[in-house]
């Protein structure tokens, strides 16, 4: 009787297989047959955190020799993307106005399906803030919009959010979030 039971709990994880087999090489043919290319697919999530771009080198290059910080937030996922921000802050006295604080920072939404890639380009295009100005030079396709005070780049799909300069987001210019972009280019 226990063979018995034996030869059925095989037959039906041998069952299993062949069904998970062959829905996975349906499922390959049916990934085949939408038009992808290959600058389409998503970089896996944990391949690029914010803190592994902008580096406490890069931040004093930016903020000075007094730059702290490198927090990065716990990364927020959901299935189509994986969000990551890395901060850095120049120290400055104990008495001196929050609002003379400066920090770099960066955002980043990682696309991880085809869904969390066209989630970011919309953001270039239909999505696209009015008022904002082109930039050109960075990435796939950039802007800056000042009202948030930061520069938006999109590049191999993932959405690239810089700043740098004053907390107060009316006080940075695109000047300074250049500076702090053209140091991060090479490694987005």
Known sequence: MKKFWLYLIGAVLLAGAAVAVFLAANGSKDDKSKSTTSSDLAVPADSKKACSILSLAIAKQVLGDTARGGVSTPESSSDDLAVSQCVYAK?????????????????????????????????????????????????????????????????????????????????RTLDKAKQLADLLIGKM
């Open 91 to 171: 120290a400055s006295g104990p008495t001196a106005p929050i609002n003379s604080t400066e920090t770099a920072i960066l955002l980043m939404r990682v696309p991880k399906t085809a869904g969390g890639s066209q989630s970011n380009a919309e953001q270039f295009g239909e999505l696209r803030p009015s008022g904002v100005q082109d930039v050109s030079g960075y990435g796939d396709s950039a802007y800056w919009d000042a009202q948030h005070g930061q520069l938006d780049i999109l590049k191999h799909n993932t959405w690239y959010i810089l700043t740098n300069g004053p907390i107060t987001a009316s006080a």
